[in-house]
């Protein structure tokens, strides 16, 4: 009973609370988009178009204009005036329509617009229940865009963080939003340090609940978890292979603190270096070539990188005593990490490998566990305001920043899943 009690396993469970989010920054050029309210989505709340422009909007790319009534309400079947639309000082337009199935169901068709070249972009007609609202307007925005921008969208793309009320802690997985909260794990000892397979399915993350860090994989698909690495002393920091068939993890059991390989299923162990000195959250690059990570052997936190098949490692920052928690964007060109400035705050901070350009992203002083999304735009983090633990996003340029926030709880260890196929 005293095991149950202890560590409360969930699936498709409902958390207690939603993240809100508040756009305290935006990007200096947003291109005007016109979002028309979709003809007939009054049937399924909140309206189709809410939820697309509150996407685009969050992104700092885009900017909804605000209409009068239009009558009759354009669809994906109108004839476009595009000299009305520019008029109206839109670069794009996206108009649709939500008609009711009868098998219960509804059909939700768009078509998107670029104004100013004066031609259709494409559309898509999805079939979707009630349950589907925001999955479905998700997809819609990730094609606005795709087209606009010419990169993928993250709208259908999920968090996981870990949310602390209490002495209870709670790993929860989200959409990108906050919206649609469920609750993977629950336990009353810490859990900490969260990272998505790269096919989106599966979860490592490090748990307290035998009074000792231990490693787990976790699946998303039917809520069964495995033990990775529960060796001797601390395991910890696991980070996956860009393959998602092996994982680095931090073992004490040799000393000190060591980095090495694994397989997922928790077999085939290797150490990666040979050191006296503390190696710590490791990371791949995205071609597997690399691996970053945070050591003292130079006398101070510092961020270093080692070839993956074994050698010298490389100190890669050199401005400051203190440098942390390396992510390297999907890209592979830039690093974000947490510094400590000459003041004492704790600050995400972009590290440019081409040209080793430092730039400090975010004005907050106690910034932690940065997380790229998959597109490389934003950066998920967790930092602290009155006291209490929010997460933060912002984006790679450092112009436009964001607030997610819980009606309760302290909310750390965010992880930005990635794009799911």
Do not use: C
Request: proline share 6%; aromatic share 8%; no cysteine.
């Amino acid at each position: 009973m005293i095991r149950l009690l202890a560590v409360l396993l969930f699936w498709v469970t409902a958390a207690h609370a939603q993240l809100s989010i508040e756009i305290t920054g935006a990007g200096a050029q947003r291109i005007p988009v016109a979002l028309v309210p979709f003809a007939g989505e009054n049937a399924l709340q909140p309206g189709i178009s809410t939820i697309i422009r509150a996407d685009l909007e969050r992104s700092g790319l885009f900017r909804g204009l605000e209409l009068p009534p239009i009558v009759p309400e354009p669809t994906e079947a109108t004839n476009i005036n595009y000299a009305e639309w520019r008029s109206r000082l839109a670069d794009a337009l996206l108009v649709g329509s939500v008609t009711p199935r009868p098998d219960g169901r509804f059909e939700a068709r768009f078509r998107l617009y670029d104004v100013v070249k004066q031609q259709p972009l494409g559309g898509v007609a999805y079939t979707l229940g009630k349950e589907q609202l925001r999955a479905t307007a998700h997809r819609i925005s990730d094609f606005v865009y795709e087209k606009l921008t010419g990169e993928k969208g993250v709208f259908s793309t999920r968090i996981a963080y870990v949310v602390k009320r209490g002495n209870r802690y709670e790993l929860q997985i989200s959409d990108y939003d906050g919206a649609g909260a469920e609750t993977a794990l629950a336990s009353f000892e810490p859990i900490i340090s969260p990272v998505w397979s790269p096919d989106g399915k599966r979860l490592a993350y490090v748990s307290f609940e035998n009074k000792k860090p231990v490693v787990y994989v976790h699946s998303l698909v039917d809520g069964k978890r495995r033990v990775i690495a529960n060796f001797k002393g601390s395991n910890s920091a696991p980070a996956w292979t860009p393959d998602g068939s092996r994982l680095a993890v931090v073992l004490s059991r040799e000393g000190g603190s060591q980095m090495f390989m694994i397989n997922a299923d928790g077999t085939g162990l290797r150490r990666l270096a040979t050191s006296t000195s503390i190696d710590t959250e490791p990371r791949f690059s995205p071609d597997g070539q690399w691996i970053y990570f945070t050591s003292d052997r130079g006398g101070t936190p510092q961020l270093y990188r080692m070839p993956a098949a074994g050698g010298e490692p490389q100190r890669i920052t050199f401005e400051g005593s203190y440098n942390v928690t390396p992510r390297i964007s999907p890209d592979g060109k830039t690093i974000a990490y947490i510094t400590r400035n000459s003041a004492g705050k704790f600050q995400v901070a972009m590290l440019d490998l081409s040209n080793r350009q430092v730039q400090i992203l975010t004005d907050s002083d106690r910034d932690e566990s940065p997380s790229f999304s998959p597109n490389g735009r934003m950066i998920l983090l967790a930092t602290v305001i009155n006291e209490r633990g929010v997460l933060s996003a912002v984006s790679a340029d450092g112009r436009v920043k964001q607030r997610l926030s819980t009606a309760a709880g302290d909310v750390r260890e965010p992880a930005w899943g990635p794009f799911i196929e």
